[in-house]
Nanobody
């Protein structure tokens, strides 16, 4: 069992920055990959970024490359999403998720994740 708790969402103007955090508990954090997804009203949940357990490999959706950065601190059991140059289209509920399969190399599908946080709202005003 893994419990995930997101924090750091809020309201920001276009061009601003936010840092989301996701604290994990329940299993050895460094043994599994973590991902961030987002869901805007009326839209499907979409992949944002993922990071392998060691932190050595990261993956991004094309729409966020160069603006959003995923990282993790395994000593603190926490994964982060640094969000810079935010746009109104980044407005969504952001979710972190845990993929417990250590052999998986594909992390962009929501179906491969075993546990999810409750989500945190990010709103970017124009």
């Amino acid at each position: 069992q893994v419990r995930l708790v997101e924090s750091g969402g809020g309201l920001v103007q276009a061009g601003g920055s936010l840092r989301l955090s996701c604290a994990a508990s329940g299993r050895t954090f460094s043994s599994y990959a973590m991902g961030w997804f987002r869901q805007a009203p009326g839209k499907e949940r979409e992949f944002v970024a993922a990071i392998r357990g060691s932190g050595g490999n990261t993956y991004y959706a094309d729409s966020v490359k160069g603006r959003l950065t995923i990282s993790r601190d395994n000593a603190k059991n926490t994964v982060y999403l640094q969000m810079n140059s935010l746009k109104p289209e980044d407005t969504a509920v952001y979710y972190c998720a845990a993929d417990l399969n250590p052999d998986r190399n594909y992390h962009a599908s929501a179906y491969v994740y075993d546990y999810w946080g409750q989500g945190t709202q990010v709103t970017v005003s124009s």
